[in-house]
């Protein structure tokens, strides 16, 4: 699945079952899109939704656990307080350049989790070729 996709499938399957789940309403836990969005790039990047599903039922148990303990009647799990539920983020988006400078050029990566970009610094010298035999440099 595409991010969209993965963001579709989050908010009308997964975030329900999991308040189902949970025994909680949807007026005492809701996540906002920018924070399934950060969850989706940020810790769930792989091709399906089963990671992304244990994210939120991770969330969801988290709420109902402060719920029951009184710390909180409802929380809105907005990009701020993420990270003190699911933890550090385990993919980053940090860029190397905004605009690439003059002798860097930008490759195209692909792992098993996505894509990449690769940044190639690019460095011209002149080296005067070794011959160990006449015939082996040769112009036609």
């Known amino acids: 699945y595409v991010a969209e996709e993965k963001l ?3 908010q009308q399957y ?6 189902k789940n949970c ?13 399934l969005h950060t969850l989706i790039k940020s810790y769930c990047r792989e091709s399906g939704v089963r990671n992304l599903q ?4 991770k969330i969801a148990r988290k709420v109902a656990y402060k719920i029951v303990k009184q710390e909180a009647d409802k929380m809105v799990i907005n990009d701020s307080n993420l990270s003190e539920l699911v933890g550090k983020p385990t993919f980053k988006h940090d860029r190397m350049y ?5 002798g860097v050029v930008m490759g195209l990566a692909w792992t098993a989790m996505d894509q990449t ?5 690019i460095i011209y010298a002149r080296f005067a070729p070794k011959l160990e035999h006449p015939k082996m440099l040769t112009l036609q």
Request: charged share 25%; glycine share 2%.
């Open 117 to 121: 970009d690769l940044r190639q610094r």
């Open 23 to 35: 025994g909680l309403s949807q007026e005492q836990m809701e996540l906002t899109p920018e924070s």
């Open 98 to 102: 905004d605009i690439t400078p003059p």
């Open 14 to 19: 997964l975030v329900p079952t999991a308040q």
């Open 54 to 57: 244990k994210h939120i039922e």
């Open 8 to 10: 579709a499938i989050a």
